[in-house]
């Protein structure tokens, strides 16, 4: 039967489209969609009710009244039931979420992830725009500086503003196949799922292409051998071979924590996706990025005062890398592509031709494909090959110079809807390259530092 529930869902974090929000009524009930799934058919996005993962699907119904729970078919003793207690009236605000009136017993019986509750059903948090500023003392004769001002803003809204009142989160049990986890990916249009340990019965790491491309950097050899550890590999072995020496604790953050928290937490770890867990429930409800934050700010950009460094240029500011520069031609093969990954710790690789011009670029998101088109038994085929699926919609590297301005450059980068801008000279040659994390250490951590400093030399 297919599975209605698995369409995306709007993410906008627009003003006029959060406006829109109907209030909701005094007593919400989340209404999760729990599939306990392993196998996928060639031909349709079925999810068969079989052990390994879970799609998680979350939608706040406004004009709806209290409804039970629905829950998809499962065998005896599966998993438990959610037990509900009574909702207790709270008044909406920004810093205590509603009570939803679901809760979920965590005991040891259970082997199922908590379903994430509906963190973000407050008015307050997407229907009203200006609310947002209300924390923030914007006056002129405030006593900080304009320089930290998107540090305030970061410090005064919490993580679960920034969580969409609609959001679908897909959960990987340990125990599934490495190649069904990845196809799973493919399938749902996600980039990373948690990883859920039944035995521990908590959330233990998350599984993103970097994995998928670390395993086919270490086992591949040539087209005509199979890759045995991807196709039989479970993701706890893989998990046990890969982080012997290297295991860290899930990085992971409260939705009560405040949104400077997020970006320091994401720049200090080095990564790219931060999952929001209740820490006293124990539920996963979203997984937050760069991309999201950056939006997030920019959309009440216009809303504060302008710092003066976003009248400066990238390269007064010296935002970015530009510094052996890791990329790759056209002929390059795609096994190459992924050693350099893995190697220089990079995120996408810009295409140079024989003259220096940037012609394209191979991400890591790119390489998923691999699984979705079943060609990861052959890496010895050229990126531009490997790219050829994606021509229909790809309109091009987005690229930025070095004298545009900061405010130029995080207005571009939001509304291109990618993670880095590729720096060129005037003649499109390859100068070097702006992240999304580049851009937040600029307008939210580099102040921070600017305040220490000037703290301690008072």
Known sequence: ??????????????????????????????????????????????????EGFWSLH???????????????PERPQSGPSPERSEPTTRSPSLSTPPDTGQRLSLSSSSSK??????????????????????????????????????????????????????SKLVVFDTALQVKKAFFALVANGVRAAPLWDTEKQ?????????????????YYK???????????????????????????????????????EAVYTLIKNKIHRLPVIDPVTGNALYILTHKRILKFLQLFMREMPKPAFMKQSLGELGIGTYRDIAFIHPHTPIIKALNIFVERRVSALPVVDETGKVVDIYSKFDVINLAAEKTYNNLDITVTQALKHRSQYFEGVVKCHKMETLETTVERIVKAEVHRLVVVDERSNIEGIISLSDILQALVLSPADVRKEETVTE
């Open 202 to 218: 908590s959330f233990v790491g998350m599984l993103t292409i970097t994995d998928f491309i670390i395993i086919l950097h270490r």
């Open 222 to 260: 040539s087209p005509m051998v199979q890759i045995y550890e991807l196709e039989e590999h479970k993701l706890e072995t893989w998990r046990e071979v890969y982080l012997q020496a290297t295991f860290k604790p899930l990085v992971n953050i409260s939705p009560d924590a405040s949104l400077f």
């Open 58 to 72: 979350a939608a706040r119904h406004a004009n709806t009244g209290p409804s039970q729970p629905i829950f998809t």
């Open 113 to 166: 992830p908590p379903i994430p509750s509906s963190y973000s059903t407050s008015q307050q948090v997407y229907g009203l725009f200006e609310g947002m500023l209300e924390k923030l003392e914007l006056d002129d004769d405030a006593a900080e500086p304009e320089s930290d001002i998107y540090l305030r803003f970061m410090k005064s809204h919490k993580c679960y503003d920034i969580v969409p009142t609609s």
């Open 1 to 50: 039967m297919p599975i209605h529930a698995k369409e995306h869902l709007p993410l906008s974090l627009e003003p006029h489209a959060v406006a829109q929000v109907p209030p909701p009524p005094q007593h919400q009930w989340y209404l999760p969609l729990l599939l306990q799934c392993s196998t996928f058919t060639e031909h349709q996005n079925l999810l068969q009710d079989q």
